[in-house]
């Protein structure tokens, strides 16, 4: 018994020591833009004021400062790069968690190796990654909801660390609890249709399990409430969000018309401007939030235009049609173009509090020689055969219904995400490109299920002679009977 016991000890620490190289690994394929671009990628002003918020430890209105922080102390006040690595790192253990918890196998390696490589060359994984803006996280709180949703058997530890992952990421961005809020309602309201139940219970989704991640969605909300009070922000977790919706009520055409048929009654600020309001709202420097004292002067006014404009039923109907509409063309553009040359506030930025500055005006993207139109054309074919075969797959009904739960699940999050960035900020194709590399997963994992399948039922076949005189009713049976492939993965 004692060598037996040793054999056994010795081989769970190879398989251990494995899966922690391949998660390494993975994170380093991961970086593999920023490594071609020589440092990590910057994005407009946005990386400047987050590299700011986080050194100042000063709360702005229109972002949360927490992805702020989270530079500050995964830089260790050292190097840009060390931020690069910890997304890596969060996004590869996330990954990983899915191929360890979904496919009961221990030969799962080199199916999420090859997943990293195909996200991270041909699709937009590497590129978020590398990227210094909270986007990286958009996929991480959508997989952490669905791993909390989807697996029964997470070990203690690896529930914490998904749950502190989930309010890291929810608290990064203001549109990250709204998802995840969203998705959990999705799944509860399920609960009410019997038919729904059914499916729910065939794949094992409980209903404490979805509250413990609505629960968590509100905490993290409370969470970055309580980090903006500390850092002399306020008890507020989101940030300007009337503001971000009265850009897009302008760029819906709703903001003219309201102002036209409203401004003889109510004589708001904005109505002097009426006739010349840009698309541009929020950045242009003719825009009348900077004539007229800049967004906290103006969020008072502007949340009582969109709070009349969303209860008065002519422009609500009008606000819902564009939403749609708004919704499918984001849910549809996702090419990585938004790579610019680093403006002069993240130059001052990275000057300021970086010792890396020259490393940064040599990079790639400081030198203008970045392009990503293969990876596009790459991603585009990749996304529609993906979404060809989900579509048979519904039709058809040819994945089991677990997989076929895990598809819609992912669709919604890219939904749900193309719906509140669309609609309560703009149609960019920054949003979407940070999660439509997750379509490809649950394709990955059930092709790795289905080639594990096949093995176990050669194994069986040989083992029971028998069995090739069965009909398939009772060769299914018996699969059920015999569940080898939980036992492998023991």
Same mark, same amino acid.
Not at 28 to 52: H, R, W
């Given at each position: 018994?004692?060598?037996?016991?040793?054999?056994?000890?010795?081989? @769970?620490?190879?398989?251990?020591?494995?899966?922690?190289?391949?998660?390494?690994?993975?994170?380093?394929?991961?970086?593999?833009?920023?490594?071609?671009?020589?440092?990590?990628?910057?994005?407009?002003?946005?990386?400047?004021?987050?590299?700011?918020?986080?050194?100042?430890?000063?709360?702005?209105?229109?972002?949360?400062?927490?992805?702020?922080? %989270?530079?500050?102390?995964?830089?260790?006040?050292?190097?840009?790069?060390?931020?690069?690595?910890? /997304?890596?790192?969060?996004?590869?253990?996330?990954?990983?968690?899915?191929?360890?918890?979904?496919?009961?196998?221990?030969?799962?390696?080199?199916?999420?190796?090859?997943?990293?490589?195909?996200?991270?060359?041909?699709?937009?994984?590497?590129?978020?990654?590398?990227?210094?803006?909270?986007?990286?996280?958009?996929?991480?709180?959508?997989?952490?909801?669905?791993?909390?949703i989807f697996i029964n058997d997470l070990k203690k530890r690896d529930i914490l660390i998904i749950s502190l992952l989930a309010i890291l990421s929810n608290g990064v961005h203001n549109s990250h609890i709204y998802i995840c809020l969203c998705l959990s309602f999705l799944f509860l309201s399920g609960f009410i249709f019997k038919q729904?139940?059914?499916? %729910?219970?065939?794949?094992?989704?409980?209903?404490?399990?979805?509250?413990?991640?609505?629960?968590?969605?509100?905490?993290?909300?409370?969470?970055?409430?309580?980090?903006?009070?500390?850092?002399?922000?306020?008890?507020?977790?989101?940030?300007?969000?009337?503001? =971000?919706?009265?850009? +897009?009520?302008?760029?819906?055409?709703?903001?003219?018309?309201?102002?036209?048929?409203?401004?003889?009654?109510?004589?708001?600020?904005?109505?002097?401007? $009426?006739?010349?309001?840009? +698309?541009?709202?929020?950045?242009?420097?003719?825009?009348?939030?900077?004539? @007229?004292?800049?967004?906290?002067?103006?969020?008072?006014?502007?949340?009582?235009?969109?709070?009349?404009?969303? @209860? @008065?039923?002519?422009?609500?109907?009008? =606000?819902?049609? /564009?939403?749609?509409?708004?919704?499918?063309?984001?849910?549809? +553009?996702?090419?990585?173009?938004?790579?610019?040359?680093?403006?002069? $506030?993240?130059?001052?930025?990275?000057?300021?509090?970086?010792?890396?500055?020259?490393?940064?005006?040599?990079?790639?993207?400081?030198?203008?020689?970045?392009?990503?139109?293969?990876?596009?054309?790459? /991603? +585009?074919?990749?996304?529609?055969?993906?979404?060809?075969?989900?579509?048979?797959?519904?039709?058809?009904?040819?994945?089991?219904?677990?997989?076929?739960?895990?598809? %819609?699940f992912v669709l919604s999050g890219l939904f749900i995400n193309a719906w509140i960035c669309s609609t309560f900020s703009c149609v960019s194709p920054r949003y979407q490109t940070r999660v439509i590399w997750l379509l490809l997963l649950p394709l990955f994992l059930y092709v790795f299920e289905y080639q594990k399948g096949k093995a176990?039922?050669?194994?069986?076949?040989?083992?029971?002679?028998?069995?090739?005189?069965?009909?398939?009713?009772? /060769?299914?049976?018996?699969?059920?009977? %015999?569940?080898?492939?939980?036992?492998? $993965?023991?």
């Amino acid at each position: 018994m004692e060598p037996l016991s040793a054999n056994l000890k010795q081989n @769970t620490s190879k398989i251990r020591l494995t899966h922690f190289f391949a998660i390494l690994f993975s994170a380093f394929i991961l970086c593999f833009i920023a490594i071609y671009n020589s440092y990590p990628l910057t994005f407009n002003n946005d990386t400047g004021a987050y590299v700011e918020a986080g050194f100042n430890k000063v709360v702005s209105f229109d972002r949360p400062i927490l992805y702020g922080l %989270f530079i500050y102390y995964s830089s260790f006040q050292k190097s840009l790069w060390l931020v690069v690595i910890t /997304q890596s790192l969060i996004v590869s253990v996330i990954i990983y968690y899915y191929f360890r918890y979904t496919v009961y196998s221990t030969n799962f390696i080199p199916y999420f190796i090859g997943f990293i490589v195909v996200i991270s060359f041909f699709m937009g994984g590497s590129f978020e990654v590398s990227w210094l803006m909270p986007d990286v996280f958009t996929p991480v709180s959508i997989l952490c909801v669905g791993l909390l949703i989807f697996i029964n058997d997470l070990k203690k530890r690896d529930i914490l660390i998904i749950s502190l992952l989930a309010i890291l990421s929810n608290g990064v961005h203001n549109s990250h609890i709204y998802i995840c809020l969203c998705l959990s309602f999705l799944f509860l309201s399920g609960f009410i249709f019997k038919q729904i139940r059914q499916i %729910f219970n065939f794949s094992a989704i409980k209903i404490k399990r979805v509250i413990f991640v609505l629960l968590l969605s509100v905490f993290s909300s409370l969470m970055l409430s309580s980090v903006h009070y500390l850092y002399g922000g306020g008890f507020s977790g989101s940030r300007g969000g009337s503001v =971000f919706l009265m850009s +897009n009520l302008v760029e819906m055409g709703i903001m003219d018309t309201y102002l036209a048929e409203n401004c003889s009654q109510k004589h708001y600020k904005l109505c002097a401007y $009426r006739d010349s309001i840009p +698309n541009n709202f929020l950045w242009a420097e003719n825009s009348p939030i900077n004539k @007229t004292g800049g967004w906290i002067k103006n969020e008072a006014e502007y949340s009582a235009i969109v709070k009349d404009i969303l @209860t @008065t039923p002519k422009y609500l109907a009008t =606000f819902i049609y /564009q939403s749609c509409i708004y919704t499918f063309k984001q849910f549809f +553009n996702y090419d990585m173009v938004d790579i610019a040359l680093p403006s002069e $506030r993240i130059d001052r930025a990275v000057a300021k509090y970086q010792k890396e500055y020259l490393s940064y005006l040599h990079a790639r993207q400081s030198t203008n020689r970045m392009s990503f139109g293969l990876i596009n054309f790459i /991603q +585009n074919l990749i996304v529609g055969l993906c979404l060809f075969i989900y579509l048979l797959v519904f039709l058809y009904k040819k994945m089991t219904l677990r997989y076929r739960v895990l598809i %819609f699940f992912v669709l919604s999050g890219l939904f749900i995400n193309a719906w509140i960035c669309s609609t309560f900020s703009c149609v960019s194709p920054r949003y979407q490109t940070r999660v439509i590399w997750l379509l490809l997963l649950p394709l990955f994992l059930y092709v790795f299920e289905y080639q594990k399948g096949k093995a176990v039922m050669r194994r069986i076949k040989s083992n029971l002679p028998a069995f090739k005189l069965l009909n398939k009713d009772k /060769q299914i049976l018996i699969l059920k009977v %015999f569940p080898v492939a939980k036992r492998d $993965r023991s």
